[in-house]
């Protein structure tokens, strides 16, 4: 089976400061692709971040970097100069190659502080 | 560029009554998607169309949830009848083709109260 765990039901974290939600993923295929989306209380999902999985170096997108350990099955987010406006749930996903069927995990809920 | 655009955002009904939920894609994108997020998870895929044919349905309670996609652009789904664990956010979303590079985007949701 197919599955996503983000284990982290909910993380806090101060304005500036830097946090790091974590995510692991099961599959057999070789060929997929990982995100991070973004899920504020409007409930529209945005992308944050996508890394192909046969691509070693990780994934950077302004304030959000990715740690991709491919033999791990781990896509942990990373959040740097943490923003009010960053607070939201954030889910993992990840796709097969063909098909665009995106896989969720529960979501982690971010709460910034000021 | 216009969003993926859904109705309503919000509905209430008594089970064993009807609902339906209507989305519109992106122009131009020819994948669609209806996913459905119960609180406290991430969403399900229910059904996947490539223009107007169906791609993957395998999620979709069928004996009472259907959807469609008749001319390749806006979608309807359907309950008849509603149950009480089918309350929860109904997300559509679409991209330009269905390979994993096209990224989904994703409308503001209905979220959906069965009493």
């Known amino acids: 089976a197919q599955t996503v765990t983000q284990s982290q039901p909910e993380m806090s974290v101060q304005e500036a400061e830097t946090v790091t939600l974590s995510c692991t993923y099961d599959?057999?295929?070789?060929?997929?692709?990982l995100f991070w989306y973004k899920q504020p209380p409007s409930r529209q999902m945005i992308l944050v971040i996508r890394?192909?999985?046969?691509?070693?170096q990780n994934a950077t997108e302004n304030r959000f970097s990715v740690n991709f350990q491919k033999a791990a099955k781990s896509f942990s987010l990373k959040i740097s100069d943490s923003q009010l406006g960053d607070a939201a749930m954030y889910f993992c996903a990840y796709n097969l190659e063909y098909g665009n069927k995106l896989v969720f995990g529960a979501g982690t809920i971010l709460r910034v502080k000021s | 560029e216009a969003g993926v655009a859904q109705s309503p955002r919000y509905k209430i009904i008594e089970k064993r009554q009807s609902v339906a939920f209507w989305c519109n894609p992106i122009s131009g994108h020819a994948t669609l998607y209806w996913y459905q997020q119960i609180l406290g998870q991430g969403p399900k895929l229910l059904i996947q169309f490539q223009n107007n044919g169906v791609v993957d349905d395998s999620q979709l309670p069928k004996d009472r949830f259907s959807a469609e996609r008749l001319k390749g652009v806006d979608s309807t789904l359907k309950i008849q009848p509603a149950k009480l664990e089918d309350s929860a956010v109904y997300l559509c979303?679409?991209?330009?083709?269905?390979?994993?590079?096209?990224?989904?985007?994703f409308g503001p949701g209905t979220r959906l109260t069965v009493l």
């Open positions: 979303a679409s991209s330009f083709r269905d390979r994993s590079t096209d990224t989904q985007y």
């Open positions: 890394q192909e999985a046969y691509k070693q």
């Open positions: 599959t057999s295929e070789s060929d997929y692709y």
